[in-house]
């Protein structure tokens, strides 16, 4: 199946239109973990066509890749998702190019002690972006200065507010952020 709905529309009982969607999460590989993302698919009505569980592969972050299809009405489909991410599951992607724009920062600094793992989380959670890759660099051991490479995808024409979210939480962490270029920018 396609990231996009299908084309096919169906009826429901009710005389309402449903369409088929397709949901990448990302779980923590703990017990229940999957049973959490399905209840608020469950909660708003949806019908469950088929789950993609990944168990023995990870994304960069060391979690699990589900892809969940779906099948809804058009109007209830962002309120699953909002849903999804009211239960603290993280939405990779939601149906149609929801996550269509990438830029890549570097941080530099004492991002160990700083907690890296917990500013990612605030990225992702306070920008509405997703951390796709993360290469860290700590040629000094865990007390010295670090350098951490991030990409991030966004929602298109978001980049700016995605950076400013990075740039606030960087500063309060005093860790300095090297931005990408931006087309068009000058130098």
């Not at 703990?30 to 088929?50: F, K, M, R, V, W």
């Not at 809804?72 to 149609?96: H, K, M, S, W, Y």
Request: proline content about 4%.
């Amino acid at each position: 199946m396609s990231d996009d709905a299908v084309d096919e529309e169906t009826e429901t009982d009710g005389g309402q239109t449903v369409q088929a969607y397709t949901v990448r999460l990302e779980l923590v590989d703990e017990p229940g973990e999957l049973l959490n993302a399905l209840q608020p698919i469950s909660d708003h009505g949806a019908n469950l066509l088929s789950i993609f569980h990944e168990r023995g592969n990870v994304t960069p972050r060391g979690h699990i890749p589900v892809e969940v299809d779906i099948e809804c009405p058009p109007d209830r489909f962002e309120t699953i998702v909002e849903a999804l991410r009211d239960a603290g599951i993280n939405v990779i992607q939601a149906g149609a190019e929801r996550y269509s724009e990438e830029l890549t920062v570097i941080l530099v600094g004492h991002l160990i002690d700083t907690d890296l793992s917990d500013s990612l989380r605030k990225f992702q959670t306070t920008s509405r972006a997703e951390v796709v890759d993360v290469s860290l660099s700590a040629p000094e051991g865990t007390e010295g200065v670090s350098s951490a490479r991030l990409r991030l995808a966004t929602e298109a024409d978001r980049a700016d507010e995605v950076l400013a979210t990075v740039r606030e939480i960087a500063e309060e962490k005093d860790i300095h952020v090297i931005e990408p270029q931006i087309a068009g920018g000058s130098a």
